[in-house]
């Protein structure tokens, strides 16, 4: 057994590795995954994001387009893709009115510590971005990854995911919205309300910037060739799954690398310098009875130097859509976090109590929703991607689109004048 006095040298090792790493780590705490960076286009005058009162949902609603059977047919695919155990078996899709999205069906008093959701690396569709400006293309090139398994229909790896996303229906000429009330899809005589606003014209005039950028990207993707066989209805629809499903964050993963060695290779300088430093911090405090106080900080720096280091170098942010992950509807306040596993190559959503909406009884629900946080989004953007606001409820069925938007409208006039 090792001495009181070796014992005390290897805590005062562990103390200072501990504390180098509270040092350098504070220095990182913005690589939080499931926060993620406004684009400049989204940046408005407007009155800043104020926390809703009641917890509210992602998705535009709509009559209900898709059948249980649709979400039944998702969740079989997903499973005979995905590894054993990838989703946690208290979750499964389910309609909150007419707005489908994910169920949790355990106890909502508690949630697992563990990863509910996980989606092999070999499912995921990613994109580099380069910088944070709107002129990047990483929305685009997304756009026509998505596109391109759409048109391989049953030979995608994705197959479930495009019927999914298109609802079941023909590709061509162009699915169905995703997000039926965002602005792009609104009448003249439904803009008209917005015109009543300072912020109301504002965002009016931001819906027509994003459609000039959005054709400049799909006019650049064009180079004399046939453009990923996409019309510009297509590249708007793959554009605004892109917008309102994609998560971005520095997440550390290839989507190009699937080799077993790359992983081992990548872990072995994050793994042996510890273990390095370990044995020597053993061999050191058992040669001498009075320890120095620098060669053991040199040992704690040895620990911590992998994870350092790590951070320092970490990839550049990058945007991916995760199935069934993505299911899930936003929840601002929702205690969720995505991050990669290299060792699993899978992404891994855990969840919190605040993930967990309570059932309505006016929906008739028997279940809490479980929701996942974007990060924080404007109002601005929530109309131009999402179609949605706080507090603002479309989940009726005998409410038409026309009077979706009036309220939608309204409340955007009202919360921003």
Known sequence: MLSYSRTYCLARVLFLALALLTTFGSSFSSLDTHHHHYHQLFKTTTTPWQQPIRRTLRHATQQQQTS????????????????????????????????????????????????????????????????????????????????????????????????????????????????????????????????????????????LAQQELWKTKYDKGTNGNDNNNMSWEQFQWAMEVVHSRAFRGNFGSKTGDHSDQNTVLSLLP???????????????????????????????????????????????????????????????????????????????????PKCLIQPSATNGDDHPQLCVSYGKRSDAELLLNYGFLPEVSLCSDDVSLSEQRARLADAFNQRNY
Request: glycine share 6%.
């Open 68 to 207: 249980q059977d649709l979400l039944d047919t998702f969740e079989s695919w997903f499973s005979s893709v995905a590894p054993p155990s990838a989703v946690h078996g208290s979750i499964r899709h389910a309609f909150f009115g007419n707005l489908r999205g994910l169920e949790w069906t355990a106890s909502p008093s508690s949630t697992p510590s563990a990863p509910v959701i996980s989606v092999p690396l070999s499912l995921v569709l990613q994109s580099d971005i380069q910088d944070s400006t709107d002129k990047d293309d990483w929305d685009s090139n997304l756009a026509r990854q998505l596109w391109s398994e759409c048109l391989l229909g049953d030979q995608s790896k994705l197959s479930g995911y495009c019927d999914f996303l298109t609802q079941g229906r023909q590709y061509l000429p162009v699915p169905l919205s995703t997000a039926p009330n965002a602005l792009r899809h609104w009448k003249k005589e439904e803009r008209q309300a917005l015109q009543q606003s300072t912020a109301g014209k504002k965002v009016l005039e931001l819906e």
């Open 270 to 352: 994050t793994v042996v310098p510890p273990l390095a430093a370990a044995v020597g911090g053993l061999v050191y405090v058992q040669s001498t009875p009075y320890p120095n106080d620098v060669v053991l900080a040199g040992l704690g720096a040895l620990a911590v130097a992998p994870l350092v280091i790590n951070l320092q170098s970490s990839s550049s942010p990058s945007a991916v859509l995760l199935p069934m992950i993505d299911s899930a509807n936003h929840q601002e306040d929702a205690d969720s976090k995505i991050e990669y596993d290299p060792l699993t190559k899978c992404f891994q959503m855990s969840i919190g």
